[in-house]
């Protein structure tokens, strides 16, 4: 019988268990869609007294967009994009001063309180305009939102990281199925960025370049490579952790989305729609969850990395911080490719 292979991450202390004995076929990770019937949805159009006040909402404005807010006793309606605060939100700003600074111990554990910012952004009106079979012209303006709060966010004295990612399915954490992205700001650096960003630092003073740009010049033209258009490039990584899972990375060197041109934005918008539609085709529109990795720093590479919920960890993940992936990352690749290829040529005129 021959082995399996273990492959190490490119940037962290992490191996995975690629079991190639255990190959499975596309079709093995298909499940069937649950259709739940919704009474009433707080995020379409009609329901905004359900929510918060939105803290930035986009209106149409001749060609283009103007934005606003909403105010204590009033909602904006025929809005393109809503964003608002988290009503059970897990991080929740400082009420003023310096308080946000006090850090303690309980029990002879240290503790400090979970301050920042917890939003919900609703990307459409309408409730299953998912990125996979969206409009291009609106994920530009859900990109756009994103940079708006990444600005506005990150300019806070408390706040050190920023985390925008979605949820999509009730298997990835999904509680309401209307499109929606959420954002969380911290206090602290994520340990999993902080990992990254010390392998980032570690790669530029030695090499004199960023890792990130390294490992693009190698996956562009390997068996790992996805889809690519003028900005950016999808691949399958090398020591994948989930089935299926790709990332998607800017060509040019950038350590936030804050850096993305108008232009870049589009092919953003371009990429996920038909990497995430090819995903949905695929495997009959998977759960999945999606995070942007960024942060300034001159030697990260900001990016996007997407998993698919497909496979249960059990106890051997659980106790280890081992993962086995039973889909070789080449193979998962072979298929996305096929699948987007096919997404990509269906939005041409």
Known sequence: MPFNELRRDYLLDRWVVIASAR???????????????????????????????????????GEGVVRDADGDGFRHKGWIVRCVPNLYPAFTPPEGGEGWRVEGFEGGYPVRNAVGHHEVLIESPNHDEHPGSARVSQLVHVINAYLDRYKSL????????????????????ASLSHAHTQIITTPFIPKLVDLELRASRRFWKRKGGCIFCDILDKERDGPRFVWENRSLVAFAPWASVHPFE?????????????????????????????????????????????????????????HIEVYPRLSIWAGFEKTTGTYINVMPPE???????????????????
């Open 246 to 302: 790709f990332w998607i990375v800017p060509k040019r060197h950038q350590s936030t989305i804050s850096e993305m041109t108008p232009g870049e934005v589009h092919d953003l918008a371009e990429g996920l729609r038909v990497c995430l539609g090819g995903l949905r085709k695929l495997l009959n529109d998977p759960s999945y969850n999606l995070g942007f990795h960024m942060i300034r720093r001159e030697y990260y590479h900001w």
């Open 23 to 61: 190959r499975r076929r596309p079709t093995d990770f298909v499940k069937e869609k649950e259709i739940k019937k919704i009474s009433s949805c707080p995020f379409c159009p009609g329901n905004e007294h359900m929510t918060p006040p939105a803290v930035l909402v986009y209106l149409p404005s």
């Open 154 to 173: 990150s300019s806070h004295p408390y706040v050190r990281y920023v985390s925008i990612f979605r949820n999509h399915g009730a298997d990835a954490g």
């Open 331 to 349: 193979d998962a690749a072979a298929s996305l490719r096929e699948a987007v290829q096919e997404e990509s040529e269906s939005l041409k005129p």
